[in-house]
């Protein structure tokens, strides 16, 4: 088992459940969780460990703020509005963790504020950083209170300069209430360089914006996605649905992995672009992608007819809605694999699906893609009764 480092902010900043506790134990404590939300409906297999639970993280999102008059970033305590300065953090890639090292230096050098959410002043609300896990790129998304930030070229020139992995800085604008770093539909504005960066996941390559959806841990990310296919027994005749697509990690992936044809689902357009620029790249002519909203598209797909043989739904911590549910039903896929981020949500999907569709749990995976928090990720394969 990989080894915890110590980390010195432990009890102080909340972001970790696990700052301290032997890995061992960390998931043990998980798969008793998914056993509480997940055994009623098939045995729970153990928990999938991940290769690497220290500077993993490839994507961070920091709070900006001030302390004794100095520009500084961290994280919010848990439960409160209060700012944690944060230096270092164990599970943050080292790269993200250097160019954000030098963005607070640059912030100073360049008079930029911290956001008053109170007031309304100041420039700088939040920093993203992401950093590929196969090439030597990143982006940082800066998110402030508009667009016309001081001197914001030249920052982004200072920042490369020091950081040449850095290919694109933007700006998004929130100047909303909420504890979303950034908000629906929110724009990104490119003020250098090309406005994403490439990563690799089971031998494709994928463009990543800084407002899409990718997984943070990409070498256990690359596991998950292989368990996902294998339970997914895809075959040339295979019509396949991936609900919830993102960049189409899954659908290309499955695109690849030998399914007929795929149609992805994903409600932000920007995704949608990279996800077609996605399959461009790596020469895939069998996926086409749709931005839409997932539980409407299914609703009016099934009453014109569709059908497909695979489903994927990858949904957000909140799950899916019963109307997709029930769509997905009607559609009368062979398997369904669920690909959850929170069993409980998962669970309570799990139970509807059980009560008025005809599917059951064949094998439910435990995957561990964020190690030192409390979140989860699960694989199930759902199969049609009858079909063996």
Request: hydrophobic share 35%; with cysteine; charged share 25%.
């Amino acid at each position: 088992m990989p080894e915890r480092r110590k980390c010195p902010l432990a009890g102080r900043c909340g972001g970790c459940s696990y700052a301290g506790v032997r890995y061992e134990d960390e998931l043990l404590d998980k798969y008793l969780v998914e056993e509480q939300y997940l055994s009623r409906f098939a045995p729970v297999s153990p928990i999938l460990p991940s290769p690497v639970i220290n500077g993993y993280r490839c994507k961070i999102q920091a709070v900006c703020g001030e302390e004794n008059g100095r520009f500084v970033t961290g994280i919010y305590r848990r439960g409160s509005h209060r700012l944690i300065p944060v230096r270092s953090c164990m599970l943050e890639d080292s790269r993200a963790e250097g160019i954000l090292q030098t963005l607070r230096s640059l912030a100073t050098r360049f008079h930029l504020r911290p956001y008053d959410e109170d007031r309304g002043t100041g420039h700088l609300r939040h920093v993203l950083i992401r950093c590929s896990g196969y090439y030597d790129e990143a982006l940082v998304v800066l998110v402030a209170s508009s667009y016309d930030i001081p001197a914001a070229s030249d920052l982004a020139a200072a920042l490369h300069q020091k950081h040449p992995a850095v290919k694109s800085v933007s700006i998004v604008v929130n100047t909303e209430r909420t504890s979303l770093v950034i908000p629906e539909g929110a724009k990104e504005k490119v003020i250098y360089g090309r406005g994403f960066i490439m990563d690799r996941l089971c031998g494709l390559d994928f463009r990543i914006s800084g407002v899409s959806f990718y997984q943070v841990n990409p070498r256990q990310a690359q596991n998950l996605y292989t368990i996902a296919m294998n339970m997914a027994e895809l075959r040339p005749s295979d019509t396949v649905i991936d609900a919830y697509c993102g960049t189409g990690t899954i659908a290309l992936i499955a695109a690849a992995a030998g399914a007929g044809h795929v149609i992805g689902i994903e409600s932000n357009e920007e995704a949608v672009w990279d996800a077609r620029e996605n399959a461009r790249i790596n020469g895939i002519g069998n996926a086409e992608f749709i931005a839409s909203d997932a539980s409407k598209w299914m609703k009016e797909a099934q009453k014109k007819g569709t059908r497909c043989s695979v489903l994927f739904l990858d949904p957000p911590r909140s799950g899916a809605t019963e109307e997709f549910l029930a769509s997905a039903g009607r559609m009368k896929p062979e398997r369904i694999i669920y690909v959850s981020c929170n069993p409980e949500t998962l669970g309570r999907d799990l139970r509807y699906i059980y009560r008025f569709l005809p599917y059951r749990a064949a094998a439910i995976q435990p995957v561990d893609l964020f190690p030192g928090s409390s979140h989860i990720e699960t694989v199930v394969m759902l199969e049609r009764k009858g079909r063996r």
